[in-house]
């Protein structure tokens, strides 16, 4: 055996090994692909507590609203309750 033999089998058997490793690092659990999903599946939740807290804050203006603004409670109560105010008077029709 020459000494071109044994660095062409040392040169290859590196290569080999690398290969071997970069596919480990890619397709092993925790691997790349693994790395992705998470990277999705973080910017999916972070894109959700955007959203949730939007809605926290929508909710904070409404209570606040409920607390202080008397026009906006007579409006809720009105619309979404159906109450009437005092000394007012409702006609239900009957339909034919």
């Known amino acids: ?4 033999f044994l660095q062409r089998l040392v040169f290859f058997s590196t290569i080999s090994v690398m290969v071997v490793i ?3 690092i890619i ?3 925790n691997g790349v692909n693994d790395w992705q999903h ?3 599946e973080l910017s ?3 894109e959700k507590n955007k959203e949730l807290d939007l809605a926290n804050r929508e909710l ?3 209570i606040e609203r409920l607390k202080t603004d008397m026009g906006y ?3 809720v109560a009105r ?5 009437t105010a005092r000394n007012e008077v409702v006609f239900r029709l009957k339909e034919k």
């Open 1 to 4: 055996m020459g000494k071109g």
């Open 22 to 24: 970069l596919f480990m």
């Open 27 to 29: 397709y092993s659990k």
């Open 38 to 40: 998470l990277s999705r």
């Open 44 to 46: 999916d939740i972070q």
């Open 60 to 62: 904070t203006r409404t």
């Open 73 to 75: 409670i007579e409006h």
């Open 79 to 83: 619309h979404e309750l159906g109450m």
